[in-house]
């Protein structure tokens, strides 16, 4: 039985920018994720063994969250990849990233990337 497992509305402040204020004093960021995968073992057993620990998947997400890049790109690309290799369960992962009140030179609420990879 394939299913989603999804984190939604993760909220994190972070050191990500390209310019050197962003870099400084951070910004809000909003992260959905997702990951497809089988849990039919965890679902007949009830035991989280067959399936996707969701405190696994906020762990990833929190750790590089925690580490500067310049570019959202980088760090979704990371998260993601650090998923599909720590949960070997996972066939697809979905992440949106955003960051709210973006430096972009007039109102915006959010800039959002959207990435995703399947195994």
Known sequence: ???RIALEGLEFHAYHGVYP???ESGNFFEIDIAVETDFTQGAAHDDLRGTVNYET?????KD???KPSKLLETVAEK???DVLEMLPPVAIVE???SKLNP????KCKKATILL???R
């Open 1 to 3: 039985m394939n299913g």
């Open 21 to 23: 204020h962003e870099r």
């Open 57 to 61: 998947l906020f762990k990833i997400v």
């Open 64 to 66: 590089e969250m925690e």
């Open 79 to 81: 998260i993601v990849s």
């Open 95 to 97: 992440l949106k990233i």
């Open 103 to 106: 430096p972009i030179g007039g």
């Open 116 to 118: 995703t990879r399947r």
